[in-house]
């Protein structure tokens, strides 16, 4: 008979750590999911970025992701600038 023996597992929290700044530009990057059953059942979500560069690689994950599910929808991709 086999004898199973449970490790525990400690898992590394990642830990933020806060600096100030003068200032920052903030590139926000929007689009439109879709949740439950019905066609127009859809939120606005948004994810911030520091620099534009992020933002657009960011774009082209979800634009990507769109292709390999195949959904031929717009989710309305937009990048705007925060003033």
């Known amino acids: 008979m086999a004898v199973l023996k ?3 597992k400690k898992n590394k929290i990642a830990q ?3 600096k100030e700044v003068d200032g920052a530009e903030v590139w926000m990057v929007s689009w439109t999911a879709r949740h439950g059953d019905g ?3 859809t ?3 948004a994810k911030a970025f520091l620099t534009k560069d992020d933002a657009k ?3 082209k ?3 990507e992701a769109q292709q390999i599910l195949q959904n031929t ?3 309305n991709i937009t990048i705007v ?3």
């Open 81 to 83: 600038k925060q003033d």
């Open 39 to 41: 066609y127009y059942d």
């Open 16 to 18: 933020i750590e806060a």
């Open 6 to 8: 449970f490790f525990k």
């Open 73 to 75: 929808n717009s989710i």
């Open 57 to 59: 690689d960011f774009e």
């Open 61 to 63: 994950s979800l634009e």
């Open 43 to 45: 939120q606005r979500c």
